[in-house]
């Protein structure tokens, strides 16, 4: 089809090209800003120390709580680590209602978070629940809490935080849709102890953890060893990576307390951020567009080329393009004569494809796996989710076309991370350790349903200088099981590990006095029963 939509969209398909060239220049820029982030604060990388100073080993045993919040919604659960690496994990999950994103106070959001752990608790813990009230109403026992009363939460925060200790840290900036100013700034863990305490709950939060941590935690916990996990990594609504870094490395000053037996930290890269003054970063027209629509324009620059929040919305500014261009039939033809459905095409007024974010990345999986000769799966879906009827062939292939640029950019950019990291951990160069595998921790909806992301991958990571052929087969890309649940847990069992008395007698001794208060309320009330019964008898 020498048409003009099959050279326009392959003139869009160049643009997002994305080549070994580009692949290598940018891993040195990631390698540079990884170091610029571990000197100095307020770097484009922010690689914040996470005050986690080890990866488990499997063996770790104990029932906790884990909460996620991260993007759509929000997760609630218990997790019980058997201590031979393998975990039983219960959990509940609400979708976060869209107007407590954007709420005003930070309060609205973290107490609608606070419901969800009592409504778990009733729910699946009932009995710890109620001893739990009962000790809080018994008159004689005050003393009765003991620190394993009280549940260790680990919460999975998944944005930007400056930590400042194990289980304190302030937020920096939202991404993913969230903005509620009030919270920047504050930290999240007290937000959310806060609004715990005011509905009297024994749960601690114990430990922040983001997901990228717990992604790596929860793969080194079920597969530890020498061989345990670099780098865990999330390709999902949004990105970012954690690693294992010498504190050596680390020269900006921590202000927290924290382990230095093991010589090591993990840094969370906040790698959305990477290169906002985008001194690599592919740039194209529809790129510039989407960022001025998001709430944080400049910033996150990484994440909007590669994550599940923007490929659609990019795929979406595409195609709008696209058929705006007078010479170009793109889902419009005359009448049945050119379509090969024998209808013409027509788009809904309602279709997600007119409106700003309407469009959900889940189609580029679509389009990159219809391998039908007539792409007509990808043809029912665009039906289906964009109300787009009778689309052509031709269209199917240019939608398809450009869709899987976008994809095919995302995943080269995903290996300029992975690669970087794996570089920077020395392991694929040491004698030492020549036939060790490099373990690397991924999760998120792209890695899990996108067709060929890993592949892709690969392919880039294999044009890397340094890695080549031989160093990508010793990288062994793995799904990390449910690092927001176990991870946080893992994390949380650390934590508590290392918590000085202090802290949890300070806990404690507030849950006694407060018994106490009620004790005292009871003995009132408990008297005036008394007089009335002895009215009514
Ligand atoms: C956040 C990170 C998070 C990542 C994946 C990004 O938008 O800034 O903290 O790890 O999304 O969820």
Redesign the pocket.
Known sequence: MASPLLAETQSIVKQFEFTDDDVNKSVREFLRQMDEGLEKDGTSLSQIPTYVTGVPTGKEKGLYMAVDL??TNFRVCSVKLNGDTTFNITSDKVAVPKELMVAKKAEDLFAFLAQQIKKFLEKHHGDHFEAHIRRRMTVSSPDGYKDEHVFRMGFTF???VQQVGINKGTLIRW??GFDIPDAVGKDVCALLQTEIDKLHLPVKVAALV???VGTLMAHSYSSPGSQGSILGA?F?????GAYLEKLSNLKKPLVGEYDTSTGDMVI?T?W?SFDNQLNVLPNTPWDAALDKETPNPGF?MY?KRV?GMFLGELLRLVINDLMKKPDVSLFRDENSSTNDRRSTTDIAETSGIWKAWGVDTSILSHAAGDHTPKLSVLRETLQETLQISAPAFEDAQAFKAIAEAIGRRAARLAAVAIGAVVLKSGRLADPERADDTVNVGVD?SLVENYPYFEDMIYEALRAIEGIGEEGAKRIRIGLAQDGSGVGAALIALVAAGAEKNAPTEEILSELRQEARATAATAAVSDESDQVGATHSA
Request: glycine share 26%.
């Open positions: 991260g993007g998944s944005f930007p991404t993913k983001n997901d990228t999330i999902g609504t949004g990105t970012n969370n906040e959305g996150q994440e994550s998120g």
